[in-house]
């Protein structure tokens, strides 16, 4: 499973972006698929997940309310709509995933990952 992060860029205050995990060599209907971000200094945290099983949808109390997970099967595809973006939204993005698996939060729930998107909220 390869996965190829998108959508990142600079953003104002208040502003929106819409990122996207686009999987190949696997589909990740069988996933569960989480995003994390890491910014400088600072170590890498969830912040959303949907599960592999019912597509639930988990997300981390300082993004609840204005970031939204999806996923599209017939795209194999992921996305992260982030809107009402803040300054400390700024960091590098990442998709993980994980066969069959539940969301969780740490870093070794999840066995495969991209390479990243920078997201930067500024004015």
């Known amino acids: 499973l390869q996965l190829v992060e998108s959508g990142g860029g600079l953003v104002q205050p208040g502003g929106s972006l819409r990122l996207s995990c686009a999987a190949s060599?696997?589909?990740?209907?069988?996933?569960?698929v989480g995003w994390f971000r890491q910014a400088p200094g600072k170590e890498r945290e969830g912040v959303s997940c949907?599960?592999?099983?019912?597509?639930?949808?988990f997300y981390a109390d300082s993004v609840g309310g204005r970031f939204t997970i999806s996923r599209d099967n017939a795209k194999n595809t992921v996305y992260l709509q982030m809107n009402s973006l803040k300054p400390e939204d700024t960091a590098v993005y990442y998709c993980a995933a994980e066969v069959f698996g539940p969301c969780g939060w740490d870093l070794s729930d999840f066995g495969s990952w991209g390479q990243g998107t920078q997201v930067t909220v500024s004015s």
């Open positions: 949907i599960s592999s099983s019912d597509s639930s949808t």
């Open positions: 060599g696997k589909t990740l209907d069988y996933y569960a």
